[in-house]
């Protein structure tokens, strides 16, 4: 089993409700606004950067990390799909909206 394995079994073990049914760890963070999110991943950021974390604290801290920033690029992909361009017609002026071509 690799080490990611491992972590990732001991924070299931560490997280699972008294009644024995696995709960994936973080499940937190599936609620938390993009402005919490960001603002937690830029708090684990610093404290990683600054180098003071004990180890085993560093890698928790980093896995939740990982979580918080796919969190954020979810939210970030689901704006960008509620994001419209007004559409013009050919004399410039607005006929309506059609999505908004992210690339």
């Given at each position: ?9 001991r924070l ?13 760890p973080h ?5 938390l606004s ?70």
């Amino acid at each position: 089993m690799s080490e990611t394995s491992t972590s990732q079994t001991r924070l299931f073990e560490n997280n699972a409700p008294e009644n024995g049914a696995p709960e994936r760890p973080h499940a937190d963070v599936d609620r938390l606004s993009f402005e919490r999110a960001i603002e937690e991943l830029e708090t684990i950021v610093k404290r990683l950067e600054e180098g003071k974390v004990p180890l085993e604290e560093s890698v928790a801290i980093y896995e939740r990390g990982e979580v918080l920033k796919r969190r954020c690029e979810y939210l970030l992909r689901q704006a960008e799909a509620r994001v419209e361009k007004i559409a013009l017609d050919a004399s410039g002026r607005p006929r309506g909206t059609e999505p908004l071509d992210v690339k």
